[in-house]
């Protein structure tokens, strides 16, 4: 969980997910789906759009948590 945790704190995390969110909305992967059924398209572009949100959403909030365990660590620091 700690490796998950560094791996969305860090600063390359955002440029991952960027280029994550490219490669799952090109051409050959929305050309994946069924072009009979428009309903897998929608659905496929709604999953990928929820995943990429609650990656984003993990990414903050292991940086919030990286910023207080950095200041709960500067408090230690100046209270010694």
């Known amino acids: 969980m700690k490796g998950l945790?560094?791996?969305l704190g860090s600063s390359?995390?955002?440029l991952l997910l960027i280029w994550m969110g490219l490669g799952m909305y090109n051409w050959p992967m929305l050309s994946l789906s069924d072009p009979g059924h428009g309903n897998n398209l929608i659905l496929y572009m709604f999953l990928v759009w929820g995943a990429l949100t609650v990656l984003s959403l993990a990414m903050s909030l292991a940086?919030?948590?990286k910023q207080a365990e950095s200041k709960d660590e500067d408090d230690r620091g100046e209270s010694s």
């Open 5 to 7: 945790r560094r791996l």
């Open 12 to 14: 390359l995390a955002p």
């Open 63 to 65: 940086g919030s948590h």
